[in-house]
């Protein structure tokens, strides 16, 4: 009989702490692209809602995909290259999300079914999860 494998609980301290992941990363610019994602979900929220069979009369889906995936890859890039263990979790969540993205951008229309799947799926969800942390965790500037 198998039995499966049992996690084993990581000891010691994490390799770079939380602030010193971000001390690098352009505070205002890393919130505005987690804004654009944020804000793009929520519009996709309404666009499934609309029971639309094609997004052909105005675009605003498609456009709002492209932005979301730019920013995505933004901030995959910044958090790339000043790894903390939760920015390389980021860092490997997003090219899922991308990938679903990208083959929803694929398709010839853009359904509302189509887009409430996109909205469902558990990457883009992951990745607005983990964004969510992110903004909730960077550092406010304060005014002096």
Known sequence: ???PPTMTPRAGPLRKP???AVEKIDLKHIQTQIEVVESGYEFLLAYAAQGREDDLADGRARS???QMDMAMGSINEMLDTHGSEFNLVIANDIPKARAAIAMVLASERLSSELVDNLNASIHVR?????????????PVKRPV
Do not use: G
């Open 18 to 20: 939380a602030e010193a």
């Open 64 to 66: 709002t995909l492209t």
């Open 126 to 138: 992951c990745v607005l999860t983990d964004l969510f942390i992110l903004s909730e965790a960077l």
């Open 1 to 3: 009989m198998n039995t």
